[in-house]
């Protein structure tokens, strides 16, 4: 493939995927759908497509069984960095939105629009959460981040790609916004920074797995243990 053609399939792939994100984002966190499983549905089929699509990305340069070679520590390495997202989420809330503050509005939000696990199958909850998180791992740093890294390379890969996770995540800040607080950046302001964890981790180890086990933990801690409570 020229250089020219692998740099504007990777733009369009970015772009498609920004699009198609932000249009499911839009479903997902309708007030209309608070805390109901169409939410991970959603989710799920989306980035099975894009996972799908990743999957012969990956196959076609030959990099599939690297990407997805799994090391020892890969686990410890996932828990560890997603304990210290859920951490830093706890300081930004206590800085941004501490309680009984306008601002606390946004974390609410954000909460009841997620639902109570308690009136769902706990189990099924989390396997959902996992697996979704697993998806979108794959399709953003597999997909997204490594069609740039091979066309624009990877310092520039790794910020675009976390720039344009946030961007697909804009519709949060209507969604959830509040009268009194305004517009909710909590999501977007989360899925740049965790972008940039998360992609520097596929950077670094060259693998899929460190990330996918970050990314799923984080996403299942803000779920089961919120960082907000009444």
Known sequence: MSELKEKWEAAATAIGVTIATTIVMRFVFDPARAGKPAMLIALGLLYAMCAAVALQRLHRRGELRAKFRPSWGDLTL???TAGVLYGAAQLV????????????????RLYLQLGDPEAL???LVS????????????TWR?????????AYGTRRALVASALLFGAAHVPTLFLLSDPVAGLNPLIVLAAVGCGLVWGAMFWRTSRLMPAIFAHAFFSWAIVEIPIWRP
Request: no cysteine; aromatic share 6%; net charge negative.
């Open 121 to 123: 199958e706990r189990e």
């Open 127 to 138: 396997a959902a959460v996992f697996l979704v998180a697993a998806l979108e791992e794959v």
């Open 93 to 108: 809330m206590a800085a941004f939105a501490p309680h009984g503050s306008p601002r606390e509005a946004w974390v609410i």
């Open 142 to 150: 597999g997909l997204v981040m490594r069609s740039l890294e091979v």
């Open 78 to 80: 996932g828990v560890v």
